[in-house]
Structures are given as structure tokens and as C-alpha cells.
Nanobody, 124 residues
Framework: QVQLVESGGGLVQAGGSLRLSCAAS????????MGWFRQAPGKEREFVAA????????YYADSVLGRFTISRDNAKNTVWLQMNSLKPEDTAVYYC?????????????????WGQGTQVTVSS
């Protein structure tokens, strides 16, 4: 059974940083694509970042490019999302997701597994 467990969310002032983690278990993820999405109240879920586990290739939404960094730790089966220069508009529930086969990494329906989400709140 695949499990994705996010942690690291919290309350931070604008300009601050947080690091989210996603611990993956239940199978070998070496061929998977791992993604981070977020959903703010009253808004649709949106793509944040993704990483191809095997190649390490990374992808980012324009809104976070240059501020967020996605990475993975093969030994720990963990994906990280380092978030710097946070803005109030980054406030959302952040979800980790895993896709076995996906071409367009920004499409949420292509992901097979999802975590429960972790709240990130950025105060102005």
C-alpha cells in the first residue's frame, strides 16, 4: 500500500522559509514522478513543482520559480520542497503526489497517489 506523508507546514511571516517533506512508502519509487500541488480556500488545486525520481529533472510553476526548490533523497525515500521568500499568496494546503507514468507533470489527474496535505500559512 502506497503512503505519502507530508510534514513541515506551519505559520511563517512573509519573506520567511519553510521546508516541506514527503515520506513515501509502499513500493519502489525510482521510476516515479513526484509532485507538489497546493490548494488555497476557494481555489482549484494548482501545480507547484515536480521531480523525476530517476533522472532528477525538476519542473516548477512560474509563480514559484527561483523561490522554491524540489529535491529527493533516495536513501530515505523522501521528497523535499524548500520554500524561500514566502509570500501571503503562497498560503495553501500543500499536497505531495506520486505518478507512475506521466508526461505533463503539471496535470493533477495524472498522479496516482496523494498525501493528506499540510497547511502553510504566510502572514503579511
Amino acid at each position: 500500500q502506497v503512503q505519502l506523508v507530508e510534514s513541515g507546514g506551519g505559520l511563517v511571516q512573509a519573506g520567511g522559509s519553510l521546508r516541506l517533506s514527503c515520506a513515501a512508502s509502499g513500493r519502489t519509487f525510482s521510476s516515479y514522478t513526484m509532485g507538489w500541488f497546493r490548494q488555497a480556500p476557494g481555489k482549484e488545486r494548482e501545480f507547484v513543482a515536480a521531480i523525476r525520481w530517476s533522472s532528477g529533472n525538476t519542473y516548477y510553476a512560474d509563480s514559484v520559480l527561483g523561490r522554491f526548490t524540489i529535491s529527493r533523497d533516495n536513501a530515505k525515500n523522501t521528497v523535499w520542497l524548500q520554500m524561500n521568500s514566502l509570500k501571503p499568496e503562497d498560503t495553501a494546503v500543500y499536497y505531495c503526489a506520486a505518478a507512475q507514468l506521466i508526461v505533463v507533470v503539471s496535470t493533477s489527474h495524472g498522479y496516482n497517489y496523494w498525501g493528506q496535505g499540510t497547511q502553510v500559512t504566510v502572514s503579511s
